[in-house]
């Protein structure tokens, strides 16, 4: 498992930041904080989340929403923004900055005003102090925009949250809904120069990660995502904490991974194991809750479309930015679009959405009107069940429960009659041998 992750771990753990940003001379205002990716050294270009801009737009939030806002350049925001960056050095570089003399913040002791000794060999590890930045600029995937509306818009909306804060946490509706307007977006910051740390990078000149198309990384696929729980908050315990999970689903450049992800750790990149060390995605929403249920997958956009959006934007803002478009990791795997015309194995098509009032679970459909479900889910009272099928032949039918097992029962199980017949869905074949895991 070591040599199969060792290569992801490294890249994540190098590329990986925290973003927070302030008001100019206003402390007592607090500051907003997310996770984010270092693209390029020399010149440092890092992508973060976008959410934390919010507060500094001059035009609201309700700019990016606007009619046909796929990007906005930086002086969208006041000029009273502050942002800095700070990460962990690569270990390579570790005993070069110890030599030189050049503070740090050393673990477990929590980001003070000061900088703290640097570490001893074989002691914590050495943090780069907060470097300052400026935005270039604020852009967003249409695609994965245009996903969300249609898959979490309409009538359904209101059961679904993508927030960091629990439902019954008090968020005021005008920051739920600065929340959601942000959630498909994301920020380009490129670092102010410093000449001795300039010196010291020469060799790391150039792309830091490499991009996988997001065909080479089928579904099931193992990942392992890179954030900072708590965004800026003693970034020398939480920094760059790692998660594994797989991708649990797509739908173009939205991604779902069951990778547990904390608040803080939007903007934070997700890589895959194969190819080794490459980067998939950002986190979108760390937390997603429906009916008021925390579900335990977090929400994705893919690296490829939104670096191909940047470079875009970046060529339309001027002379001054084509240079870094170059800059930008370039992608590399089977081309875009290759996971959506693949139909999956057999049992992927056999699962169904199963919705009873307010509680919801998968079921799989075993006839051409059964679907067997948990009787958690769908229990012996209830009056209609409604049973959705997956893209992209979806479907809705209602049916009602045949048989659910009683609640003293040791067993969890619930029958669903429906009404119509499932069309296009693939039955499954009950196995004549069951092999135990491991044998």
């Known amino acids: 498992m070591a040599r199969q992750w060792g290569p992801s771990m490294r890249a994540a753990e190098k590329a990986g930041c925290v973003v927070s940003a302030s008001r100019a001379g206003q402390a007592e205002a607090g500051s907003w904080s997310c996770s984010g990716v270092i693209l390029s050294r020399c ?10 801009f919010t507060p500094f737009l001059r035009a609201g939030s309700a700019a990016l929403t606007a009619a046909g806002a796929a990007f ?23 005993a070069g900055r110890a030599e030189r003399g050049r503070p740090g913040l050393c673990t477990p002791q929590c980001a003070g005003p000061e900088p703290g000794p640097p570490a001893r060999p074989g002691g914590g590890r050495l943090l780069q102090p907060p470097r300052p930045a400026e935005l270039l600029l604020l852009l967003s995937c249409p695609a994965f925009r245009a996903h969300f509306a249609r898959l979490f818009g309409g009538e359904a909306a209101e059961q679904w949250r993508f927030a960091s804060a629990a439902p019954d946490d008090e968020v005021s509706e005008e920051e739920e809904e600065d929340q959601l307007r942000a959630l498909g ?11 001795e740390e300039e010196a010291a990078a020469e060799e790391e000149r150039g792309p830091v990660v490499a991009v996988a198309s997001p065909g080479a990384v089928p579904k099931g696929a193992p990942l392992l995502a890179c954030g900072s729980p708590f965004g800026a908050f003693c970034p ?7 998660s594994r999970g797989v991708l649990s689903n797509a739908a173009g450049p939205l991604l779902l991974t ?16 194969r190819p080794a060390g490459a980067l998939v995605a950002l986190v979108a929403a760390p937390l997603c809750w429906k009916a008021r249920e925390w579900v335990g997958l977090t929400l994705l956009c893919a690296a ?21 478009a170059a800059l930008l990791p370039q992608e590399m795997g089977a081309p875009w679009g290759l996971p959506l015309r693949d139909p999956g194995p057999p049992w992927a098509a056999a699962a169904v959405l199963v919705e009873c009032g307010t509680v919801w679970g998968s079921g799989v459909a075993v006839g051409p009107r059964l679907v067997v479900t948990c009787r958690h889910v769908a229990p012996r009272e209830a009056a209609r069940v409604l049973v959705r099928t997956t893209p992209p032949k979806s479907a809705t039918i209602w049916g009602r429960v045949a048989f659910a097992t009683q609640e003293t029962s040791p067993y969890d199980v619930a029958v669903v009659n429906l009404e119509k017949d499932l069309h296009g869905v693939p039955l499954p074949v009950p196995a004549e ?5 491991g044998k």
């Open 43 to 52: 010149p440092d270009l890092v992508l973060c989340h976008g959410g934390i």
């Open 72 to 94: 906005l350049p930086g002086d969208s925001c006041g000029d009273d923004l502050r942002l800095h960056v700070q990460w962990g050095p690569a270990a390579a570089s570790l």
């Open 185 to 195: 977006w994301f920020a380009l910051l490129r670092l102010r120069p410093d000449p």
């Open 236 to 242: 020398d315990i939480f920094l760059n904490t790692l």
């Open 258 to 273: 069951d990778a547990r992800c904390l608040p803080g750790t939007e903007g934070g990149g997700v890589f895959a194991a």
């Open 304 to 324: 490829a479309p939104l670096l191909r959006a940047a470079r875009a934007a970046l060529g339309r803002l001027g002379p001054g930015t084509h240079a870094l």
């Open 433 to 437: 041998h069951f092999h135990e895991a």
